[in-house]
């Protein structure tokens, strides 16, 4: 069974330009987050998809960033435009419910590193 | 609310020795508590978790962790360091409040000396 894939696992892009990351959950896995690591600090929450609907996102730091879940399957999370503290490392995870037991734990992809210049 | 903070940056060991990462966290309710591994150039590992039953959790590579309710303390260890344990752990914790998003400690650098 394939694991969270990420989608790019690098990306530089110029100050003002758009950047949009994708995430593809584990198959059948209803609970999609997004978090980000900024250089040196810790790994912070940003979003959190039930299906397709935002459960929580408390975290997104600004509305320059848009996260979306088409059809409840893949996210994508865009940037737009970027600035030069949006770099950093973009993780995506996914869990899955089991019959109303929330499941407790969180599997994670690789991360896209983006780099803003 | 939930919080979860490790102690040190960076821990050094010399291989064979003793590895002690320590982590305590702030739970209003009952916590489920992880521990990921990140290696260079990958992404975030499940080393262990714990989340109800017998405190002393054992994970892969040969790290367990051991839950301490009154001490608040979730620390990891390894009884002998190997070079390939070179790498920045991550405690964290997860519950019934936030809709289960993981919320993670700082991170902590281990070095291993030959």
């Known amino acids: 069974e394939a694991g969270v894939t990420q989608f790019p696992s690098h990306s530089v892009i110029e100050k003002g330009q758009t950047v949009t990351l994708r995430c593809d959950p584990i198959s059948g896995h209803d609970n999609l987050y997004w978090y980000r690591r900024v250089m040196g600090k810790e790994i912070k929450f940003l979003l959190h998809f039930v299906k397709e609907s935002k459960q929580d996102e408390s975290g997104m730091p600004n509305n320059r960033f848009l996260a979306e879940r088409t059809g409840g399957t893949y996210s994508t999370l865009k940037v737009q435009p970027a600035e030069l503290e949006d770099s950093g490392v973009y993780f995506c995870?996914?869990?899955?419910?089991?019959?109303?037991?929330?499941?407790?734990?969180?599997?994670f992809g690789q991360g896209t590193r983006l780099t803003v210049v | 609310a939930q919080s979860v903070t490790q102690l040190g940056s960076h821990v050094s060991v010399s291989e064979g020795a003793l590895v002690l990462l320590r982590c305590n966290y702030s739970s209003s309710v009952p916590p489920y508590l992880f521990w990921y591994v990140q290696y260079p150039n990958q992404g975030l590992q499940l080393l262990l978790k714990y989340t109800t039953g017998a405190t002393l959790v054992k994970g892969i590579n040969g790290f367990e962790a051991e839950f301490k309710k009154s001490e608040t303390s979730f620390h990891l260890t390894k009884p002998s360091a190997h070079m390939s344990d070179a790498a920045e752990y991550f405690c964290a914790v997860s519950g019934f409040t936030g809709g289960f998003k993981t919320i993670f400690g700082a991170g902590t650098r281990l070095f291993v000396k030959a």
């Open positions: 995870a996914s869990s899955q419910d089991r019959g109303g037991i929330v499941n407790t734990e969180a599997f």
